[in-house]
């Protein structure tokens, strides 16, 4: 079966660095995805990946590495409105989205 | 970016009644829109999948008769919830996705903003 795995929950403080990992286990890939998803609305798109190597976008960052599975999104100087779940998302040989159940990040002074 | 509006926003409706949900992609087409449903504290849950002059495919476990949808046009996606019950009090998204070049490869999903769905 397919499956995306990510913690569930995890907490930082502001200013500081946070890595967010997601691994996956899909029948065929044809990248990953990064989104944003704060309480109450719908997701934003933060990064796409879908060659080996690391995706650089201000203080977000993305890291695909296709032999192992894994993907990790890199958040630096943590602001307090980062706090939000993070979705991890891949499109599989059909192109169709699977998602990861998100994490929850909470971000304190 | 793309744009896809979704409306309404929310919606309180009384049980038995009908709620259509819109969703538009505003500067591209779209011949396929998907709708999620996410209940709170989880992730997105894909319903169906919208096609442009055809039938949509449903999910396993989806009822087709209550979750009505129609894609009648290439910016146009509607999801009719019939018969409503509070069980179906839930956040309901759609995406759409640009098949042109360019824009994230030609997967990436824009969303619409959601419509939270009350049924009392």
């Known amino acids: 079966g397919q499956n995306i795995d990510q913690p569930t929950e995890m907490t930082a403080t502001e200013g500081a660095i946070v890595q967010i990992n997601c691994t996956y286990q899909?029948?065929?890939?044809?990248?990953l995805f990064w989104y944003q998803q704060h309480a109450g609305e719908a997701p934003t798109f933060l990064s796409y990946n879908v060659l080996d190597g690391l995706e650089e976008k201000g203080r977000f960052s993305s890291f695909l590495s296709r032999s192992k599975g894994y993907s990790y999104l890199l958040l630096k100087e943590l602001q307090m409105k980062d706090s939000a779940s993070y979705l991890c998302a891949v499109t599989d040989s059909n192109y169709q989205l699977i998602w990861g159940a998100g994490t929850k990040l909470i971000i304190k002074p | 970016g793309a744009v896809v509006s979704q409306h309404p926003s929310w919606v309180i409706c009384k049980s038995g009644t009908s709620v259509k949900i819109e969703c538009r992609s505003l500067d591209f087409q779209a011949t396929t829109m998907f709708w999620y449903r996410q209940f709170p504290k989880q992730s997105l849950m894909l319903m169906a999948t919208s096609n442009e002059g055809s039938k949509a495919t449903y999910e396993q476990g989806v009822e087709k008769d209550k979750f009505l949808i129609n894609h009648a046009s290439l910016t146009l996606s509607t999801l009719t919830v019939t018969s409503a019950h509070p069980e179906d009090s839930s956040f309901y998204i759609c995406?759409?996705?640009?098949?042109?070049?360019?824009?994230?490869?030609?997967?990436?999903?824009?969303f619409g903003q959601g419509t939270r769905l009350t049924v009392v």
């Open positions: 995406s759409a996705r640009d098949q042109e070049t360019g824009r994230g490869g030609g997967t990436e999903a824009f």
């Open positions: 899909t029948s065929g890939f044809n990248g």
